[in-house]
């Protein structure tokens, strides 16, 4: 089976940097995704790791420790419009995406 | 601007009506999924079609009954559904089943259904 966890909610300042931890265990390993979702809106993918390290993509970055069952998506220069839920997510072996429960970003003035 | 689209945005219906969402994509992506989201839960997945034929099914009950009628689109026909099946529906392709670098869900603005 597939498990994932991330935080429930987080508060960060505009301007400031955030980091949104994500850990997992699955059968088997074909990835881990980012989604960013507003509030009444589709997902949008916004990163995915299927090796260790990190990848940068303009004001957001995103980590994976296989070893460890761990990622992290870092925002930089956060901006008010950058508040919403970030969605984790991984396959296993079984081709189904599974999500963990989100974690919501309010950005504050 | 979201390259899957869902009909209709909205949803109201009687638990003794039967009604249909439709989704289209014309990206040329093989695979689609429909995924029911509850408010401030994840998108839980319910059906997968691969090259227009079903590939997964997450145990829905058949008041939910998924079609594929072509590559492009997807319907979700529903009847007998129960108050607690209202959700968002959210529709998504991807270029190839399974997932990866090359194949990210891209996911339609989704249908809020309410069942009174």
């Known amino acids: 089976g597939q498990n994932i966890d991330q935080p429930t909610e987080m508060t960060a300042t505009e301007g400031a940097i955030v980091q949104i931890n994500c850990t997992y265990q699955?059968?088997?390993?074909?990835?881990l995704f980012w989604y960013q979702q507003h509030a009444g809106e589709a997902p949008t993918f916004l990163s995915y790791?299927?090796?260790?390290g990190l990848e940068e993509k303009g004001r957001f970055s995103s980590f994976l420790s296989r070893s460890k069952g761990y990622s992290y998506l870092l925002l930089k220069e956060l901006q008010m419009k950058d508040s919403a839920s970030y969605l984790c997510a991984t396959s296993g072996n079984t081709g189904k995406l599974i999500f963990g429960q989100g974690t919501t970003l309010q950005v504050k003035p | 601007d979201t390259e899957v689209t869902q009909t209709p945005k909205h949803l109201v219906m009687g638990m003794t009506n039967k009604k249909s969402l439709k989704c289209e994509q014309h990206?040329?992506?093989?695979?689609m999924y429909w995924y029911k989201q509850k408010a401030k839960k994840p998108p839980e997945l319910m059906f997968v079609y691969s090259y227009e034929k079903l590939s997964i099914n997450e145990s829905v009950p058949s008041r939910f009954s998924p079609e594929c009628p072509n590559s492009s689109l997807l319907n979700l026909h529903l009847h007998a559904l129960q108050p607690e099946d209202s959700a968002l529906y959210l529709c998504a392709s991807s270029q190839l089943p399974g997932t990866g670098v090359d194949s990210p869900l891209h996911f339609g603005n989704g249908t809020r259904l309410t069942v009174t």
């Open positions: 990206m040329g992506h093989r695979a």
């Open positions: 790791n299927v090796l260790d």
């Open positions: 699955t059968s088997g390993f074909n990835g």
